[in-house]
């Protein structure tokens, strides 16, 4: 237990997503036979995703000093991680039977998943790009992109509503608010540069 | 005496100008955003909180709490006017709101839902300062182990209140509860689950997982379902009746608002819950009950008075006990703790000033909201039909600049996009998002109070102690009754399938 807790609380993040699908994708193929299961996977899936976090947290818990004469009677850190964990268990078993037996509502059908992904992937790249070309310009292309995509075409709109924010978000939040929104590193470069 | 005094002091401090200001703005954002479908009032005062971060404690609360009444009532607007609930609690205002415009009453339906909003609103802040004061003072006897079991009283109950789907509802609670532990142990100093992020030394900041989960959670779900196409609504008249007109309701707003409180006090049993109640409540004992899904006023004014008046009803336990009832109250209780405030009975004797200056608050905000709500009644019914991108739009740049603004981090912005993610999955998949910012509330409270006791007395805390003991037995009670219930429903549907084959 302890070796496993220190292999899983040494490994990165992103080896932790990895192991969670790959975690994923067994439950799914063992789902294949099971027919009945089916309508359900959604719902079991996030539920074995839930387990899986409960279980990598379990086992890193045996990797947190135990008691000692420095603590006293002092509860060590492990309690309450693997207090939640035990209540999970017989929580999950519950989940799970109703979806075993198929007397859960099935799964809603996928909508646009499409609409989902590429307004997902705008926002990750606007996100990514505060940090080169600031917020204020990285927003603005955001927004342009993000109304084009749910389907409005007026010009004035598109023009006016970028405007509007970034003079919103310079006034209010920069300045009433003393929030430090990202320049960017392109800019600040150009700006030396022409300093 | 001693109440009153404090009560006056707190209206007092509220009725200066920055005070005033604050409740008129909340309550006026709170009605814009209440009245457009997809924007629920917990996603309107998530995205009202970052503005809340440099205020003063109580003009920020006093921000929240206008925007969590003016939502509240215009949730109900667009059920009148294009039969959209505006959020789940106002569907049954929609069963007798619809008809009432679609037959030229829409002025009426709409007044009606002002002045029940009013009373309800009056009602419910009336019970909680009633109520939480006395009970506060009983919670301040509390000891660790009562304050655990109590924690574990209101989890419970939260989710299994939660519906037919209360297994999922838990799952979601303990999800809460395993984040919470991420981070510095409060205790002894050990890092856990940081898997190497300096970032994560002092866990998840609550704010990017609130805004993500109920904000973006909801948005992508929304944009899941979205079409391109405008959706146009049908276009109806208003014409609205004279003052006396609602004093004829006045006896079904009262009983919607006796309702509406009571269930807004259960933690976990939320508005939508006591909408319902009070819909069916008035239908039973109206005279004119054949006239209810038809265009009954009876039950418009049912619904907005109970919607309203739950507001007050759910304060009573996050400000008494330190156990936040509803979504919309978590986010309350959040903005609290942002501040370095631990809501709970403490409150009333360390920050009277800040808690009755909160109830005052709602006094003014529920007046705010039937003038606001008067004078814009024109206006309001027209916001329903704001253009779905350019909204969209602002709801994604709020909730990526509330994450930001909370710590200048983009580590946040992400943390609020992945747990955006989450939200919209648990969405799709019936598990809902509440218990788990819930269960990230209460974790860091569970977990102090859990480790103190077992410190003090041991186990045997737990059940020595008959507080302790009765909250416990109470939360197995709660987590056993679905399964009562569920059995019985089986066992009935089984008889009725064998009644039919025989």
Known sequence: MVTMGRWLAGLAWPWQFVLLAVFLGAVFLLTVPFKKIHPFRGQLMVLAAITWVGIVFYLISFTFPGRSIFTGNMPPSYTIPRLWVYALIPTVILTLIPIIRGKNDPDPKWGNLKMVGIVLTALVISVGLFNYIGYYISSALFIVVLMWILGCRSKVELIAVPAGWVVFTYFVFAQLLNVRLPVGSIITNIMRGFA | ?502
């Open chain 2, 1 to 502: 005496m001693e109440l009153l005094r404090n009560l006056f002091d707190g209206t007092v401090l509220m009725m200066g100008f920055m005070p005033l200001l604050m409740i008129f703005i909340g309550v006026a954002v709170g009605i814009v955003l209440g009245t457009i479908p997809g924007i629920s009032t917990s996603m309107a005062v998530a995205l009202l909180l970052p503005f809340t971060f440099t205020m003063n404690p109580l003009y920020g609360m006093a921000l929240l709490l206008g925007c969590y009444k003016g939502g509240n009532y215009s949730g109900c607007i667009p059920a009148v006017t294009i039969n959209t609930p505006g959020t789940p609690s106002s569907v049954p205002t929609l069963f007798d709101g619809y008809p009432m415009a679609k037959s030229g009453r829409g002025g009426e339906a709409l007044g009606i839902l002002l002045w029940s909003s009013f009373v309800g609103g009056i009602f419910g802040t009336l019970v909680l300062v009633l109520f939480a004061t006395p009970m506060a003072r009983w919670a301040l006897n509390f000891w660790s182990a009562e304050y655990f079991a109590l924690c574990v009283l209101g989890l419970a109950s939260v989710a299994t209140l939660g519906g037919k789907h209360w297994q999922k509802a838990l799952i979601a609670v303990l999800f809460g509860l395993l984040l919470n532990t991420m981070g510095t142990d409060p205790l002894l100093g050990t890092q856990r689950y940081t898997f190497g992020l300096i970032r994560l030394f002092d866990g998840f900041h609550l704010m990017p997982i609130l805004i993500g989960l109920f904000a973006l959670g909801e948005l992508f779900h929304n944009l899941e379902n979205y079409k391109t196409s405008d959706q146009k609504h049908e276009k109806h008249t208003y014409t609205y009746p004279k003052l006396l007109y609602y004093w004829k309701l006045k006896w079904e707003m009262l009983r919607a608002s006796v309702v509406g409180t009571l269930v807004g006090i259960l933690p976990g049993a939320g508005s939508a819950i006591a909408s319902f109640l009070a819909y069916d409540l008035e239908k039973r004992v109206s005279k004119n009950s054949a006239n209810f899904g038809k265009g009954a006023p009876e039950g418009v004014a049912a619904s907005g008075a109970s919607d309203s008046a739950n507001t007050g009803g759910s304060l009573v336990p996050m400000l008494a006990l330190g156990i936040p009832g509803a979504p919309t109250v978590a986010v309350l209780m959040s903005a609290l703790m942002i501040h370095g405030i631990n809501p709970g009975p403490e409150m009333f004797r360390d920050q009277p000033t800040l808690v009755y200056g909160m109830f005052a608050s709602m006094f003014i905000a529920s007046t705010f909201v039937l003038f606001i709500g008067w004078a814009g009644l024109r206006v309001w019914v027209r916001t329903t039909n704001v253009k779905k991108p350019i909204l969209y739009t602002f709801i994604f740049l709020f909730t990526i600049i509330g994450s930001f603004a909370i710590r200048n981090s983009m580590f946040d912005v992400g943390v609020c996009i992945a747990f955006g993610l989450i939200g919209w999955i648990f969405k799709r998949f019936g598990y809902p998002v509440a218990p788990v910012v819930l269960g990230v509330v209460l974790g860091r409270i569970m977990e102090m109070n859990f480790r103190r006791a077992i410190m003090r007395d041991g186990a045997a805390g737990f059940y020595t102690r008959p507080l302790a003991l009765i909250f416990l037995i109470l939360a197995v009670a709660a987590i056993v009754y679905p399964f009562i219930q569920q059995y019985r429903a089986e066992r009935k549907a089984k008889l009725i399938t064998e009644d039919k084959r025989e």
